[in-house]
């Protein structure tokens, strides 16, 4: 699979509204490494969102992200409240002054 033919696909199906700055499409990552569908590698100065530090795919982040997939993926704790968002609340509070 090239880059070129997901942006042309790409280009037909999502709006123009959603802007890239980037014309690579990521196959899979790890660490700071980031590979694109081609097989090329690259260092990744961007981070995405939840990797900017610890890196893509740390083992301790997917160890916890499998465990909370077995017990449930998501719920708006405004409307059904669960108590891990509590803890991590508890958790941030005690490291404040």
Request: hydrophobic share 35%.
């Amino acid at each position: 699979m090239k880059n070129s033919a997901i942006s042309e696909r790409k280009n037909q199906s999502i709006s123009r509204g959603v802007g890239m700055t980037t014309q690579i499409y990521a196959d899979r990552a790890e660490n700071s490494e980031i590979w694109d569908v081609e097989g090329r590698r690259y260092i990744d100065f961007s981070s995405g969102i939840a990797v900017v530090n610890t890196g893509h795919r740390h083992p301790r982040v997917i160890e916890a992200v499998k465990a909370q997939l077995d017990r449930f993926t998501h719920t708006c704790h405004q409307v059904v409240p669960y108590e891990s968002y509590v803890r991590l609340a508890e958790r941030l509070n005690g490291m404040l002054p």
